[in-house]
């Protein structure tokens, strides 16, 4: 699996034919003035290309890591299928949107997300 796109957005979704639709998106941090800081709302938008032998039903793993390595939000895991199975030896692309929702960021620093497929 590869993510040639990662990106938070006040607002996304996925469309039926694989993109996404974002609004105000493509930032790559935050601004907080103060802490603890609460984020109402934020979405993860990523497209996943995914090898012939990841395309029949997989699961992949969002991990949120604090500046303390801790995590600040529980991991969560997706269940993923392309839009259209690629034919052959062809890679096939999967739209993946998470939504965040009252997100308590309670310290400065890095705060990342992992994404993995199987372990990895």
Not at 18 to 41: I, K
Not at 79 to 88: D, E, H, K, Q, Y
Not at 98 to 116: C, D, E, I, Q
């Amino acid at each position: 699996m590869r993510v040639p796109v990662a990106m938070m957005a006040e607002y996304a979704t996925t469309k039926t034919d694989g993109g996404f639709y974002v609004v105000a998106g493509g930032f790559d941090s935050l601004e907080c003035d103060h802490f603890p800081y609460t984020v109402p709302h934020i979405s993860i938008a990523l497209k996943l290309i995914l090898e012939p032998v990841e395309q029949h039903g997989a699961i992949v793993t969002l991990r949120f890591i604090g500046p303390d390595d801790q995590a600040f939000v529980d991991a969560v895991d997706i269940a993923i299928r392309p839009v259209a199975p690629a034919m052959g030896d062809n890679e096939a692309v999967v739209s993946v949107v998470y939504n965040l929702v009252n997100v308590a960021l309670k310290s400065p620093g890095r705060h990342t997300m992992t994404v993995s497929l199987a372990g990895h």
